[in-house]
T-cell receptor, first 113, second 113 residues
Framework: SQQGEEDPQALSIQEGENATMNCSYKTSINNLQWYRQNSGRGLVHLILIRSNEREKHSGRLRVTLDTSKKSSSLLITASRAADTASYFCATDAAGTGGFKTIFGAGTRLFVKA | DSGVTQTPKHLITATGQRVTLRCSPRSGDLSVYWYQQSLDQGLQFLIQYYNGEERAKGNILERFSAQQFPDLHSELNLSSLELGDSALYFC????????????FGNGTRLTVT
């Protein structure tokens, strides 16, 4: 399976602190994406990083990709209570059954006000 | 608003029954994906279509089938329903079949009793 695996499974921090989530994957990828999901809602795309990129920023988000270690990290700086959600990484790669976008199990982030 | 519309929002049915979930992709998107999310679980990839053709297949049960119509909307058919099929079913769409962000609907919550 090419499924990404997020670490930690859950994270609780105070508002204003930084939150770091990690994702590891198993096979070569074309890109890696991060998504956010508020409870029971559809996922929202945050950022896409291609395999030839090492770092990408979007507002308070910073994503890094290390293809040699098959890992990525998502950093949310100066967290807010509204950042409370589940965060998923997704990898896009070819495999048995065609080209698939596979999601990890997610990290649950809780930001305390 | 992602632009992806899923109907119905909620569905309650009995074991052994058959249901159809519908998805209208975002305007201009050619690719449609179906995912299953059980309680507190990650997203399981079911199937992907691109411009009417099946592009990739995940661990979709034989009791489940899907199609994408010429107007690009998609339907997921679930038959001989079991209690374990209770889950959130998400549809997502993207411009391309790969290497592009997915835009998710808000899901159909299926409860099998």
């Amino acid at each position: 399976s090419q499924q990404g695996e997020e670490d930690p499974q859950a994270l609780s921090i105070q508002e204003g602190e930084n939150a770091t989530m990690n994702c590891s994957y198993k096979t070569s990828i074309n890109n890696l994406q991060w998504y956010r999901q508020n409870s029971g809602r559809g996922l929202v795309h945050l950022i896409l990083i291609r395999s030839n990129e090492r770092e990408k920023h979007s507002g308070r988000l910073r994503v890094t990709l290390d293809t040699s270690k098959k890992s990525s990290s998502l950093l949310i700086t100066a967290s807010r209570a509204a950042d409370t959600a589940s965060y998923f990484c997704a990898t896009d790669a070819a495999g048995t059954g065609g080209f698939k976008t596979i999601f990890g199990a997610g990290t649950r982030l809780f930001v305390k006000a | 608003d992602s632009g992806v519309t899923q109907t119905p929002k909620h569905l309650i049915t009995a074991t052994g029954q058959r249901v159809t979930l519908r998805c209208s992709p975002r305007s201009g998107d050619l690719s449609v994906y179906w995912y299953q999310q059980s309680l507190d679980q990650g997203l399981q990839f079911l199937i992907q279509y691109y411009n009417g053709e099946e592009r990739a297949k995940g661990n979709i049960l034989e009791r489940f089938s899907a199609q994408q119509f010429p107007d690009l909307h998609s339907e997921l058919n679930l038959s001989s329903l079991e209690l374990g099929d209770s889950a959130l079913y998400f549809c997502a769409s993207s411009i391309q079949g790969q290497n592009s962000p997915l835009h998710f609907g808000n899901g159909t919550r299926l409860t099998v009793t």
